[in-house]
T-cell receptor, first 111, second 114 residues
Framework: QQQVKQSPQSLIVQKGGISIINCAYENTAFDYFPWYQQFPGKGPALLIAIRPDVSEKKEGRFTISFNKSAKQFSLHIMDSQPGDSATYFCAASSNNNDMRFGAGTRLTVKP | ETGVTQTPRHLVMGMTNKKSLKCEQHLGHNAMYWYKQSAKKPLELMFVYSLEERVENNSVPSRFSPECPNSSHLFLHLHTLQPEDSALYLC?????????????FGSGTQLSVL
């Protein structure tokens, strides 16, 4: 199966700090890389996504960095807040390929 | 709300029971999905439907039986499950299947098999 590997499994950050979650993929056909955020009792919801024609995309405090040659991408959360505490999933897909997810990172932001 | 509604939210069943999970999407999408979410594992794609036609079955055991009567509704029929089937079952939809588009997830059904 086409895998997406995500790390770390869990992350604890102090309020105001930077949270960084990394993902690596194998299938070079992937050309859509979203990040989903999931709160307890809820389904995952799209947070931000990037396509490989750019190396970085920023939306507010959330930034995706993309390295096509290394087949890696990461999520940076600047000025992390307790309300950001959730599980984050990276994913990858393309036309003719169903979306594949990483195993998730449980982020805790301490006040 | 995401526009994808799942019922029930919680389900406890014995190994000999038969139950069904229901999903309804109000987004006018053509593709619907069932995912299994287990702790510390990637979301596992189980079934994909496009306009009521099943387009993928990822080697899911036959004790899971999907049904898609129309493009707005998706069911997952369960029978003679095993304890390892306990997980959060998520329904999702997207405009079309196998395109680079956003998935909309429901809140899931937390299933416990005793």
């Amino acid at each position: 199966q086409q895998q997406v590997k995500q790390s770390p499994q869990s992350l604890i950050v102090q309020k105001g700090g930077i949270s960084i979650i990394n993902c690596a993929y194998e299938n070079t056909a992937f050309d859509y890389f979203p990040w989903y955020q999931q709160f307890p009792g809820k389904g995952p919801a799209l947070l931000i996504a990037i396509r490989p024609d750019v190396s970085e995309k920023k939306e507010g405090r959330f930034t995706i960095s993309f390295n096509k040659s290394a087949k890696q991408f990461s999520l940076h959360i600047m000025d992390s807040q307790p309300g950001d505490s959730a599980t984050y999933f990276c994913a990858a897909s393309s036309n003719n390929n169903d979306m594949r997810f990483g195993a998730g990172t449980r982020l805790t932001v301490k006040p | 709300e995401t526009g994808v509604t799942q019922t029930p939210r919680h389900l406890v069943m014995g190994m000999t029971n038969k139950k069904s999970l229901k999903c309804e999407q109000h987004l006018g999408h053509n593709a619907m999905y069932w995912y299994k979410q287990s702790a510390k594992k990637p979301l596992e794609l189980m079934f994909v439907y496009s306009l009521e036609e099943r387009v993928e079955n990822n080697s899911v055991p036959s004790r899971f039986s999907p049904e898609c009567p129309n493009s707005s509704h998706l069911f997952l029929h369960l029978h003679t499950l095993q304890p390892e089937d306990s997980a959060l079952y998520l329904c999702a939809s997207s405009q079309e299947v196998r395109t680079n588009e956003k998935l909309f997830f429901g809140s899931g059904t937390q299933l416990s098999v005793l």
